[in-house]
């Protein structure tokens, strides 16, 4: 993920992915470009929404944000990790909006994430917290080896930038 910002107020946010580790494997030739393997998330399942049909794309979680107020650009930012990008995406949000966070303290905070049933991993949970979540039927795991996802943002300020960069994975919040 990629998110930049210059010095007349234009920002992008832009996100790239071939998949697997090395995409599909297979380099065109002369070029050194690596195909991505995308398709592989097809299902053949009868029913399944991402089942393969003509002209369809698979699913797939490339999603570079980009968010507007008032108008005008103010916030690029992206969490990179698969399933976690969506959800990755609402709670640096909600972070931001609700909670008043600037956008590091809004990429630091604890994620939560779900992948299926009523399974959920949570990052640095309260005691009294997890109690909770328990007895609202909630099945809890273990936090280590689960990817919260990397996530970089740049917010417009009403003069500058403010730039942040998750220590989650390898990333730089830089400008001059």
């Not at 920002?11 to 195909?35: A, D, E, R």
């Not at 507007?68 to 709670?91: C, I, N, T």
């Not at 972070?95 to 991993?121: C, K, L, W, Y």
Request: aromatic share 8%.
């Amino acid at each position: 993920y990629l998110t930049v910002a210059d010095q007349y107020g234009n920002m992008i946010s832009f996100i790239n992915s071939l998949y697997g580790h090395f995409g599909s494997g297979v380099v065109v030739p002369g070029t050194g470009l690596v195909l991505q393997n995308r398709g592989a998330g097809f299902t053949m399942e009868h029913g399944h929404p991402n089942q393969i049909a003509p002209n369809k794309r698979p699913f797939h979680t490339i999603i570079p944000a980009f968010v507007s107020k008032d108008g005008a650009p103010w916030l690029s930012f992206g969490v990179m990790g698969g399933s976690m990008q969506p959800q990755g995406h609402v709670q640096v949000m909600l972070n931001m909006v609700e909670f008043g966070m600037d956008p590091q303290e809004a990429i630091d905070a604890a994620r939560f994430r779900h992948d299926s049933g009523t399974t959920v991993a949570v990052e640095r949970l309260d005691v009294d917290v997890a109690a909770g979540l328990e007895a609202l039927g909630h099945e809890l795991c273990d936090p280590d080896g689960v990817g919260f996802g990397g996530a970089q943002a740049i917010l417009k300020l009403a003069q500058g930038w403010a730039a942040a960069s998750d220590p989650r994975k390898d990333g730089i919040a830089a400008g001059h």
